[in-house]
T-cell receptor, first 111, second 114 residues
Framework: RKEVEQDPGPFNVPEGATVAFNCTYS??????FFWYRQDCRKEPKLLMS???SGNEDGRFTAQLNRASQYISLLIRDSKLSDSATYLC????????????FGAGTRLAVHP | NAGVTQTPKFQVLKTGQSMTLQCAQD?????MSWYRQDPGMGLRLIHY???????DQGEVPNGYNVSRSTTEDFPLRLLSAAPSQTSVYFC?????????????FGQGTRLTVV
């Protein structure tokens, strides 16, 4: 089993839709969780960190469920510009910022 | 605002050749790492370093060497290139002073081994 798993998608949604991605992790002692966005043929960039209490940044909401060992990303009112691959990342305990990434979920928003 | 700079952006190698991918950061980050990204596999950690003179292996270290003689630079060496090393390589850096710190990535090196 992979340490961090994501549904690869693609998720094809119309503009204005709400879409949610989940990411499961296997190491129950993991401490830090992140969502990164990667545009085609570009480097990943941090979208948001995921905190225990959940956090929101505009149209984006991230949640952490430690009991079930998953993190989620909710995107409301999808825009064409949200089309990208979304990577979840989890730090490996004892590994400082040694991030382990999921394979990514591809989102395509269409008019 | 250079951030993390990788060179070259593209490279074609013949099987058996060696080369060094360069990575430099100007943010005084202690932590630097190399990933490779293959279709459907996500980013896989090759090697990482927590400071000058300290390196360690990641998930897929075979066929690669690293060194960290300065805080700024973290080159990745392919000893004898193989077609299986065809991939996109990303260098990343982050600060160790906090736990939830952002990793900054270079623009990537697209490597093809023929």
């Amino acid at each position: 089993r992979k340490e961090v798993e994501q549904d690869p998608g693609p998720f094809n949604v119309p503009e204005g839709a709400t879409v949610a991605f989940n990411c499961t992790y296997s190491n129950s002692a993991s401490q830090s969780f992140f969502w990164y966005r990667q545009d085609c043929r570009k480097e990943p960039k941090l979208l948001m960190s995921v905190y225990s209490s959940g956090n929101e940044d505009g149209r984006f909401t991230a949640q952490l469920n430690r009991a079930s060992q998953y993190i989620s990303l909710l995107i409301r009112d999808s825009k064409l510009s949200d089309s990208a691959t979304y990577l979840c990342a989890v730090n490996r305990v004892g590994g400082y910022n040694k991030l382990i990434f999921g394979a990514g979920t591809r989102l395509a928003v269409h008019p | 605002n250079a951030g993390v700079t990788q060179t070259p952006k593209f490279q074609v190698l013949k099987t058996g050749q060696s080369m060094t991918l360069q990575c430099a950061q100007d943010m005084n980050h202690e932590y630097m790492s190399w990933y490779r990204q293959d279709p459907g596999m996500g980013l896989r950690l090759i090697h990482y370093s927590v400071g000058a003179g300290i390196t360690d292996q990641g998930e897929v270290p075979n066929g690669y060497n690293v060194s960290r003689s300065t805080t700024e630079d973290f080159p990745l060496r392919l000893l004898s290139a193989a077609p299986s090393q065809t991939s996109v390589y990303f260098c990343a850096s982050s600060s160790l002073r906090q736990l939830n710190t952002e990793a900054f990535f270079g623009q990537g090196t697209r490597l093809t081994v023929v």
